[in-house]
């Protein structure tokens, strides 16, 4: 599923420069693909929850996934298409972002689910959980394009960006 | 915006859709690791664990976990409120013995929360 008008629009509307910032990671060479979906709380005009995901395949066969799911906090009962959008009234409640070669293991991702929280993964760790809190720099609700800069970092420098803070 | 409209309208969630899709993944986890009951607290362990391997599929169990444990909450909480409603008129009713049964969502989130 490649990312069409829509799916460039939700992706525009809740982390401009998003795509733009993957696609930058080679250049554009690889293949991009967004869904958009688990749509909750819907009212007329609006809703209250989503699922945005966003895969790159790069042109080497490394491949990047950014998955979130948002709920709406703000003070009306939902958010209303076509109003400002302010990231501050979401909260993720769920995401999923790595940087792997395609089809295997993760060499490092960030990650919120309901077993272990903020957390991270560390190729170089045996893949274990970390607590995000104890990983420098803190990928604690982590933005996407802050991990985009991450995995661009790692490309760049061959280091990984994530290093588990030294015991006291 | 009508493209974006027409995304919210396709792309709905529903709770049954969800509890179904999670209990599809589960029944794949259960036959890769062995697990014969209560499969979803035994996945909870494995994962505390560092015993579930990272790959799409556990990642896939990991978002729709997330999503229906999220469906349970939202039911819970309309639970509370309807009953938050009712509870002036429930007051003036005489409490009958052992009516504090909780309901299967409530049950359900009890049990997640055990886990």
Redesign the interface.
């Known amino acids: 599923m490649a990312v069409d008008?829509?799916?460039e629009?939700?992706l525009e509307?809740f982390y401009p420069t998003l795509l733009r910032d993957v696609l930058a990671l080679d250049s554009g060479d690889g293949t991009p693909s967004a869904t958009?979906?688990?749509?909750?709380g819907?009212v007329p005009?609006g809703?209250r929850g989503?699922?945005i995901k966003l895969e790159y395949r790069l042109a080497d066969r490394m491949e990047v996934v950014l998955?979130v799911?948002l709920?709406w906090c703000g003070p009306a009962p939902a958010y209303i298409?076509?109003t400002p959008l302010d990231l501050a009234t979401w909260q993720k409640?769920?995401y999923?972002m790595g940087y792997r070669p395609r089809l295997d293991?993760?060499i490092f991702?960030a990650?919120l689910?309901?077993?272990?929280g903020h957390h991270v993964?560390l190729l170089s760790q045996r893949?274990?959980?970390i607590p995000a809190r104890d990983v420098d720099p803190d990928t604690t609700d982590v933005d996407p394009r802050e991990f985009v800069r991450l995995v661009a970092e790692y490309r760049r420098t061959k280091v990984v960006p994530l290093r588990p803070k030294a015991s006291p | 915006m009508e493209l974006l409209m027409s995304d919210i309208q396709s792309g709905a969630s529903t709770m049954e859709r969800a509890k179904a899709d999670l209990e599809r993944v589960e029944r794949q986890l259960a036959e890769r690791y062995s697990l014969v009951r209560n499969v979803r607290r035994e996945l909870v362990a494995l994962d505390r664990a560092n015993e579930l391997h990272e790959d799409d599929l556990v990642a896939e169990w990991h978002k729709l976990y997330s999503n229906y444990l999220e469906w349970l909450r939202e039911e819970s909480q309309f639970i509370e409120e309807a009953c938050a409603k009712t509870a002036p008129q429930a007051r003036r009713l005489k409490p009958t013995p052992g009516a504090s049964k909780p309901s299967s969502t409530e049950a359900a989130l009890a049990a997640s929360s055990l886990l």
């Open positions: 008008q829509a799916k629009a939700w509307l958009v979906d688990d749509f909750r819907r005009g809703f989503l699922t998955d799911s709920r298409l076509g409640r769920r999923a293991d993760r991702a990650d689910d309901e077993v272990s993964h893949g274990g959980h």
